[in-house]
């Protein structure tokens, strides 16, 4: 064996070495009880020093999930297998058809119409959907089938068309 050859041979060892001890470091660790990180919209610094986090480790849990700014944060729960849960505040949660008194229309898994530039005659059929129909919607939207990448219609009728 060449002398470069039992350097790499080496460096590769030193290098998995390196990965498994990353591995054991960053496993997840287990505690007896839920943590409140934050409550009531406040951090509490004892109980990040209980999980011995940093407070810029909170804050890149918060943006991982989601949060970019702590004070959105009404509940940040540090749970017993590691995980995070968060409940914004009301003010930063996302809107949901409830607000609204509103009830969306059921979809449906998307059903491949066209793909490639081909029309997938079963699947048009079986969304009921016959080929003028389709080629009438591309024209419509400006397209011709040979532009198309993939298009697909939903239960509820909406066609979503993607180009090549």
Known sequence: MRKTDIAIVI???LIAGLEIGHIALTKTKRYEKEIYLIKDGKIKSAALEEAE???EKLSALARQRGYFNLGDIDIMLLERD????ILPKPRARALNTKDFNFTPVREGVPIV??????IIGENL???GVNEKELLTLLETRGRQLSEILLATITESGRVD???K
């Open 11 to 13: 460096l590769l060892v």
């Open 53 to 55: 986090l940093s407070i």
């Open 82 to 85: 590691g995980g995070i849960s």
């Open 113 to 118: 119409i066209a793909k490639d530039g081909k």
């Open 125 to 127: 059929k079986a969304a």
């Open 161 to 163: 068309v993607f180009e």
